[in-house]
């Protein structure tokens, strides 16, 4: 099992940035890839980035590629989502998930059903 929490969410103005982080726990030796996936109110889950936690290589979607850089820090098993440039659409509550079965296939890292494990997510609004 793999516990994981998130943090650092709030409210913010277009324009600003907020880092959000989300620390796993539990056997995080297993861990094979992390993800941020968010949900606004009415709409479906969307893939937002994701990141190898071995070999490191990040995936993004195109709506926020240029805007968002996702991290991790191995020593801390913690995975990180840094959010420049904000717009109202990125209002969501955003969700942390792990996966530690393995991923394979660029594009199956943006499907939500490749990640066992969810964090409880963090609300991030931001205001026009």
């Known amino acids: 099992q793999v516990q994981l929490v998130e943090s650092g969410g709030g409210l913010v103005q277009a324009g600003g940035s907020l880092r959000l982080s989300c620390a796993a726990s539990g056997r995080t030796f297993d861990v094979y890839a992390m993800g941020w996936f968010r949900q606004a109110p009415g709409k479906e889950r969307e893939f937002v980035a994701a990141?190898?936690?071995?070999?490191?290589?990040?995936y993004y979607a195109d709506s926020v590629k240029g805007r968002f850089t996702i991290s991790r820090d191995n020593a801390k098993n913690t995975v990180y989502l840094q959010m420049n440039s904000l717009k109202p659409e990125d209002t969501a509550v955003y969700y942390c998930a792990a996966n530690a079965a393995g991923i394979y296939g660029v594009g199956r890292y943006r499907n939500p059903y490749e990640y066992a494990y969810w964090g409880q997510g963090t609300q991030v609004t931001v205001s026009s």
């Open positions: 990141i190898n936690w071995r070999g490191g290589s990040t």
